[in-house]
């Protein structure tokens, strides 16, 4: 698949030659669920409690006699039953991550990649540099290419300056090639990947 390269300015910088292995498979919607439902699920912080019985704060005393009330039999306040009493069998925290092959996590990253490619929502970047950080001329260029949800994904590292100025754009976001993930870039309407980040992703993929 061969893809023309464009600089920030929108100008062509030639093309260049993009992996059918990587970027030209027929996408599949159950790989890419059972990807990005990995990656939530991993994030997801799991930290909900509540007070069971041996938690909550009232007196642990009976609290009325066993036999001749008429009434139910009863011991303390913080039974489930009563009101402010402990809750059974709540959430407590744990993990709710769950494992997934590094295989099918590689499988998954490269029919992200081809369904960008397919729906032709997919740009080579010359390069991602600025020579100062100036956020004013970065949101112009943005602009000015169409680019209003937006995915940047460069080499091994971003270009400082270049990350500064994106950092206050809305809609744009920045990730070095290590980073780059099925969530963030279905997330996004356009996909834009500099050259040294074609090169990092194609030899992490193969």
């Known amino acids: 698949m061969k893809l023309d390269v464009i600089k920030l300015d929108g100008e062509k910088a030639g093309s260049v030659d993009l992996g059918d292995e990587i970027f030209g498979l027929e996408p599949?919607?159950?790989?890419?669920?059972?990807?990005?439902?990995?990656?939530?699920?991993?994030?997801q912080q799991g930290t909900h409690k509540v007070k069971t019985r041996s938690e909550t704060s009232y007196s642990t005393k009976k609290i009325y006699?066993?036999?001749?009330?008429?009434?139910?039999?009863?011991g303390d306040r913080n039974a489930p039953i009563f009101r402010k009493g402990g809750i059974y069998k709540g959430p407590t925290p744990r993990s709710h991550g769950h494992e997934l092959t590094k295989k099918f996590r590689k499988l998954g990253l490269k029919h992200a990649l081809s369904s960008k490619a397919a729906s032709g929502n997919l740009v080579v970047l010359d390069d991602a540099t600025l020579g100062e950080s100036k956020t004013n001329a970065l949101a112009k260029?943005?602009?000015?290419l169409g680019w209003k949800r937006a995915l940047?994904?460069?080499g091994a590292q971003v270009n400082e300056n270049f990350a500064r100025a994106a950092a206050n754009i809305e809609g744009l976001d920045v990730l070095p090639s290590v980073g780059a993930n099925v969530y963030d870039?279905?997330?996004?309407?356009?996909?834009?990947?500099?050259?040294?980040?074609?090169?990092?992703?194609?030899?992490?993929?193969?």
């Open 28 to 43: 599949r919607a159950d790989i890419l669920h059972r990807v990005v439902r990995w990656q939530r699920n991993n994030a």
């Open 65 to 74: 006699r066993q036999k001749g009330t008429g009434g139910a039999r009863h």
């Open 141 to 144: 260029q943005v602009k000015a």
């Open 152 to 154: 940047v994904i460069d």
């Open 185 to 206: 870039i279905l997330k996004r309407d356009t996909l834009v990947i500099t050259k040294a980040g074609v090169e990092a992703l194609e030899a992490r993929l193969k």
